[in-house]
Structure formats: structure tokens, C-alpha cells
């Protein structure tokens, strides 16, 4: 479990840790070029020197330990972004750090107002490679932005100039449009101009800038190269993949987060994770209703009632546990905020209106999968939110309210009167 956070400033003795760790972090990753650490520093220490606001998101995991962390610039006179890095930790192994970093970092610009995130990405064309070895490293992050939407502005000089803002390496300007109208060439030399200056120093008299402004023809429409890895990844799958049924919750309920607490689950986990089943043959089945005394099979009677109270709410409400309480079932708290910390498990997962919908929601979810099972389906996959796997029989956390697996799992054991194994 990791959580997402915005970093502001390094005013706090918090945040100015968490800067140590920004930066060791980055000279790992980018031991050709750690004199930039040192501008990292700059943008978080004095952030009011700059005409543009610097966004820093940071994943962190168990005591403040930073997994990831993603900067970049946002410039409120254009619209427009620009992302400068985004690092995981190299010795974390795979756990979507950077999918959910992109992804929260995206949904920041997107409240505000935002237009579409440019960034630099090395190329994949091996004949402007001085280091033909770094080839499948770049196919590897080419393939992840096609993945989160960003492709390469092709019909410019900026993918074949070097010059101080790409360190001699040539780079494609990757474009993520979220959705809205491509990028006018007049808007692109803009943004192109600032990036420049922000990273190379490189003025609007520069001969290299000048030469890159002037291969963006004000008469001509800006040119994406077509999708190129996520093409092959959707031929493989549609080849390779078998059908199978599939159930999903929506996101007809969604539970928001208060900003300042950080993000451990998000409503873009279900947009990805649809749109890479976009090349799958599934049969759609819609969540069934069903009794709560399936919940109860798994959880107590108490918590359940608690999550299931949590509907008289108001819709502003949004409560966090702060203080835990001894779990004495003679003692329990009378207030939601006490309430709150006796049957939770952590600081950062919400009780709101919406909370027993949701959970309900996903337990229906879970056990349809399991009826599609019963009823001779070779393969069923259930998209769950809120997710369940970190809830307890007694307690709730980690973002899930009821343990949606647990419950499916007994479910299917009281029909079948078999084991059901985890694999």
C-alpha cells in the first residue's frame, strides 16, 4: 500500500526530508546529469521565483519512505503542461509507482483546466542513437507513454536538433492531449519556447531554438506518429487472449479523497485498466444484487453496521480516523470520529455517504463472478473499487471496506462444499 501526495515547499522539517530522498532518488536514476538535483532543490525551496507553478507528487509507502515521485511544470498563461521527470525506485521491483504517479499528476492538471502534457522522451530510432545499447530502454518508455496516451510530435525539427536543453540526446516531444483538440502551432511555439528556456537557458535568439520555431509551420496542423507499441501489444493479446466474462463496478459511487491526506486509491485505476482490456473479446454482465448476509458470513455484525450507518452522512462529510481506541466490544465509542479509529486500520481511508454503496457495490460485483463460475464459466474477471484485500474481518483500511476476495471466496466454498484456492 503506498499513498500519493503534492509537495509544495521544503518549509517543513517533512517536506525538506522528503526533498533528501527526491534527489538521492533522481541521481540514481540519472547518474549522466546530477548537477539537476540541485535545481530540484530550487523549485521546491523557493517556488515564487518562477513564473509557472512547479507540481511535485510524491509516492510514499510505510514511514515516509519515497517510492516514486513525478515534477513537473504548469504554465496557467498557455494551459499547458510539462512534465520534467517521473522516477521510481529502481529497487522496488514493478508496482505501478509510475502508472499512479502519471495518472494522479493528470487528474491535478486536468482540475486545473489544463490542456494537454508535453514532455521529452528519448528516441527509439536506433540510427540517431549514439548508444545503440539504451534502444530497449526507450521502446520500454515510449511504450508506457503510448500506454498512458502521449505519442510523438513528429513534423518538427525538435526530435533531430541537440542542444542544451536535451543534453545532446536527441528526444521526441511526446504529447498527451487529455482528450481536448490537438495543440495549435502557434500555442506549440509558445511552449516549446519556454520549455527551452527553463531547461537549456536557451533564449528565443538562440540559433537552435530559432531553427526548431521555424520548422513549426504556422500553416499546417501538428502531427502525432500513430500508435506504434500499443498496436503490437493489441494484435499479440487479440491473437493470444481467450474470451472471458467480465464484471465491473463503475464508478456510479465513488469515495473522493481529501487532497492534503494523499491518494492510496483512485477512480483512474478503472479507466486504465478498461482501456487496456479494449482488445479483449469480454462478455459485459452487470453486478446482481445480493443479501448481506454473505458480508456477514466474513465480517462482523459490528462493522458492518458501522460502514452500513455511514449513509446518514451528509454528502460534505468526509472523515478521517485520527485516534483508535481499544477494540472492546462492551466499549465502543458513541461519535463518528471515535468511531471512526475503533474500526479502522490506518489514518488515510475515508468514512463518507457514499462509503456503504461502494462497498456493497463491489461485494455484489465479487459474488456475480462467482455465480458466473458456478454457472460453467471457463474464466471471469471482476474489476472491483473499492479493491478489499486489506480489510479484516473486523476492521477496514488500506482503502477497502469489505474483503470482496474473502467473501466471493466463502461463497463459492458453501456452494461448491470445496476449497478455493488462491493462486
Known amino acids: 500500500m503506498f499513498t500519493?501526495?503534492?509537495?509544495?515547499?521544503?518549509?517543513s522539517t517533512e517536506n525538506r526530508a522528503l526533498l533528501n530522498q527526491i534527489q538521492h532518488l533522481y541521481e540514481q536514476a540519472f547518474s549522466y546529469y546530477p548537477q539537476y538535483s540541485v535545481k530540484i532543490a530550487e523549485f521546491l525551496k523557493f517556488p515564487s521565483?518562477?513564473?509557472f507553478e512547479i507540481v511535485i507528487l510524491v509516492a510514499l509507502g510505510a514511514k515516509n519512505r519515497l517510492l516514486g515521485f513525478i515534477l513537473s511544470f504548469y504554465f496557467p498563461k498557455?494551459?499547458?503542461?510539462?512534465l520534467d521527470y517521473i522516477v521510481a525506485n529502481l529497487?522496488?521491483?514493478?508496482h505501478g509507482y509510475g502508472t499512479a504517479l502519471y495518472e494522479q499528476n493528470k487528474e491535478y492538471l486536468l482540475e486545473k483546466k489544463c490542456k494537454a502534457l508535453l514532455y521529452d522522451v528519448p528516441t527509439d530510432d536506433i540510427s540517431k542513437l549514439k548508444d545503440k545499447s539504451r534502444i530497449?530502454?526507450?521502446?520500454?518508455?515510449?511504450?508506457?507513454?503510448?500506454m498512458m496516451?502521449?505519442?510523438?510530435?513528429?513534423n518538427t525539427l525538435y526530435d533531430s536538433t541537440t542542444n542544451k536543453a536535451n543534453q545532446g540526446a536527441l528526444t521526441y516531444l511526446v504529447y498527451d492531449a487529455f482528450g481536448n483538440p490537438l495543440i495549435t502551432p502557434k500555442d506549440l511555439k509558445k511552449v516549446i519556447s519556454k520549455i527551452l528556456s527553463i531547461k537549456g537557458n536557451m533564449d528565443e535568439h538562440d540559433p537552435k531554438t530559432k531553427a526548431i520555431l521555424e520548422s513549426i509551420s504556422t500553416t499546417k496542423e501538428i502531427q502525432l506518429r500513430l500508435p506504434n507499441y500499443e498496436q503490437q501489444s493489441n494484435q499479440k493479446r487479440t491473437t493470444q487472449s481467450p474470451s472471458f466474462d467480465f464484471v465491473s463496478t463503475g464508478d456510479s459511487h465513488q469515495i473522493h479523497h481529501l487532497k492534503e491526506k494523499g491518494y492510496?486509491?483512485?477512480?483512474?485505476?478503472?479507466t486504465s485498466i478498461l482501456?487496456?482490456?479494449?482488445?479483449?473479446?469480454?462478455?459485459?454482465?452487470?453486478?446482481?444484487?445480493?443479501s448481506s448476509k454473505h458480508i456477514l458470513a466474513v465480517h462482523t455484525a459490528d462493522l458492518h453496521r458501522f460502514i452500513k450507518k455511514s449513509s446518514q452522512l451528509s454528502p460534505k462529510e468526509l472523515i478521517y480516523p485520527n485516534v483508535f481506541p481499544i477494540r472492546n466490544p462492551d466499549r465502543i465509542p458513541k461519535n463518528w470520529e471515535m468511531q471512526a479509529g475503533y474500526y479502522c486500520i490506518d489514518t488515510f481511508t475515508p468514512v463518507t455517504s457514499h462509503v456503504y454503496l461502494a462497498a456493497k457495490n463491489a461485494v455484489n460485483a465479487a459474488l456475480t463472478g462467482a455465480d458466473l463460475i458456478l454457472k460453467g464459466s471457463s474464466l471471469t474477471y471482476v474489476l472491483c473499487r473499492p479493491p478489499g484485500h486489506h480489510a479484516e474481518s473486523k476492521a477496514f483500511g488500506g482503502f477497502c471496506y469489505f474483503n470482496n476476495a474473502a467473501i466471493a471466496a466463502h461463497y463459492l466454498s458453501q456452494k461448491r462444499k470445496s476449497r478455493v484456492h488462491r493462486y
Open 264 to 270: 492510496a486509491e483512485r477512480p483512474a485505476r478503472v
Open 78 to 82: 498557455f494551459r499547458y503542461a510539462y
Open 4 to 11: 500519493i501526495k503534492q509537495i509544495h515547499n521544503a518549509d
Open 149 to 154: 496516451g502521449g505519442y510523438p510530435i513528429v
Open 91 to 94: 529497487h522496488q521491483g514493478k
Open 275 to 290: 482501456k487496456g482490456l479494449e482488445s479483449f473479446n469480454l462478455k459485459h454482465h452487470k453486478p446482481k444484487s445480493y
Open 136 to 146: 530497449k530502454i526507450n521502446q520500454k518508455r515510449l511504450s508506457f507513454y503510448e
Open 49 to 51: 521565483n518562477y513564473d
